[in-house]
């Protein structure tokens, strides 16, 4: 007797799943969820990462100058997470402040900035957590990332914490001062080929000495120098190699963009000679020589001459752009800047010449950007050499007894060299092919692939990168290696 379907459907085990098979399957595409959502973090923390490396080190080409450094920070922040208010990236997450190499930390400061902080978050809070499908389901709820990158300028390994930011001495060949100067500040003094000084030097604990490599430091034993604070790399002199190009910028009467003397009148005369008076606000452009020797004050002036400026002796000279074919001269007992130039945080004199600028004795030397094609000579007794920012292809020499100083401030410049946004985004795109190259390499290496291809190497792109982005180079803004 054939028994009833029912039976039949109730005794039939084909097809069924156990409730333990189902909790097993139920589990296994749950930690399958679990671990491509941890993946998925990761990807996404990882790529946060490179968002703060790529805007911190944006925003350290523009410093010292902190207003252009946000903004440039700010605009490869938004390339990353756009413009909106809920952005991983805003204002608040960009901080000024100091790195202290010592204790490998970064505190926020308004004084001796050297590094610049960049956070990014991703949370409820701001409203861009990231969501998952997972968390959803589990009641979890979103889950917060936040990463941080702290971009610090350093001197070629030298753990000194300090940065070049106030200027100083540098020169392609060689700079010599004499006895019992007294240096401090944020400071540098490089020489390429020699750095050469006398006896009883006094330096503070945040003046750098440097050389080219293969140069030599002559005479550090007889004064107080911390051998620690002393650096050995080759660096170019862009202030100096610009020289030439704002030279002939001025003599063809431009002076576009260059703060305030852009504004100024436009005065082409043949020679200046003693008798004549200058007008302030004016830009000269001399086909001679310019003689101010019978000048008292000379201020709120540019002058291109052909020929040699030649400023004479008890002088107060601020305000003041000088560029010419020749040489510059000033006498003795000259003044330069206001004594409270610090407040203003700007460079008041530039000088340019194709051949030597000298400087007689008893000079008070502020707030001076200057560079020359030949060399640079200050004599004896500068009373005060205050945030002056020279460089010459040849050699500078000062003598006895100056005071090297600095604010506690850095200098902004009228003629910083002050990189382009698409050049600082070049070489966001630059670090991003490092990165990827290094990786590549990685796992090239992991699945030991020795086939040779025509793909650029990391160290490829590190030689691009160190050419074309390094900050190891002075600048109008001092030098920030």
Not at 211 to 232: M, N, Q, T, W, Y
Request: contains cysteine.
């Amino acid at each position: 007797m054939r028994k009833s379907s029912n039976n039949n459907f109730l005794t039939n085990e084909d097809g069924w799943v156990t409730p333990f098979s189902l909790m097993f399957i139920a589990g296994m595409f749950t930690m399958l969820g679990i671990t491509v959502e941890y993946a998925n973090i990761g990807f996404a923390k990882a790529k946060m990462q490179s968002a703060t490396d790529a805007v911190a080190l944006a925003a350290m080409q523009a410093m010292p100058d902190e207003e252009i450094a946000l903004d440039y920070g700010l605009d490869v922040a938004a390339m990353y997470f756009g413009n909106e208010d809920s952005a991983a990236i805003g204002q608040s997450d960009i901080e000024f402040g100091v790195w202290d190499s010592s204790s490998d930390s970064f505190y926020a400061s308004a004084v001796g900035v050297n590094s610049i902080r960049v956070v990014a978050t991703m949370s409820s809070s701001r409203g861009n957590a990231l969501s998952t499908i997972v968390s959803s389901l589990s009641g979890f709820g979103d889950y917060d990332i936040r990463t941080e990158s702290v971009a610090y300028t350093s001197y070629n390994g030298a753990d000194s914490g300090v940065s070049c930011s106030s200027g100083g001495f540098f020169a392609e060949k060689k700079v010599k001062f004499d006895k019992g100067s007294v240096h401090s500040g944020n400071i540098c003094i490089y020489g390429e080929e020699k750095v050469e000084m006398n006896k009883d030097n006094e330096f503070s604990e945040d003046v750098v000495i440097g050389i080219g490599e293969g140069g030599k430091l002559k005479g550090a034993e007889k004064s107080d120098l911390d051998p620690d604070s002393v650096f050995e790399n080759s660096l170019t002199l862009d202030l100096a190699n610009m020289a030439g190009d704002i030279i002939s910028d001025m003599k063809a009467g431009e002076l576009d963009d260059v703060g305030d003397f852009g504004t100024y009148t436009l005065r082409e005369i043949s020679t200046f000679s003693q008798g004549d008076i200058l007008i302030p606000y004016s830009f000269y452009v001399i086909d001679g020589m310019a003689d101010f020797s019978q000048l008292s004050v000379i201020e709120d002036v540019a002058v291109y001459a052909k020929s040699q400026i030649h400023v004479g002796s008890d002088v107060s000279v601020d305000n003041v752009l000088f560029a010419t074919d020749n040489m510059i001269k000033f006498g003795k007992n000259v003044t330069f800047g206001n004594a409270d130039y610090c407040f203003y945080q700007r460079y008041t004199t530039y000088l340019f010449a194709d051949e030597n600028i000298e400087f007689g004795a008893d000079n008070v030397l502020r707030a001076i950007q200057m560079a020359s094609e030949k060399s640079i000579k200050i004599n004896d007794h500068a009373d005060t050499i205050s945030d002056v920012h020279a460089e010459a292809l040849h050699n500078i020499e000062y003598r006895n007894y100056a005071e090297v100083s600095a604010c506690d401030d850095p200098l902004i410049s009228d003629f910083g060299e002050q990189p382009d946004k698409d050049d600082v985004w070049d070489c966001v795109g630059i670090l991003t092919a490092i990165e990827d190259a290094e990786e590549d390499e990685e796992d090239d290496d992991s699945h030991h692939d020795d086939d040779d291809d025509d793909d650029d190497d990391s160290s490829d792109w590190q030689a691009i990168y160190d050419e074309n982005c390094s900050t190891a180079t002075t600048s109008a803004y001092g030098l920030v290696l």
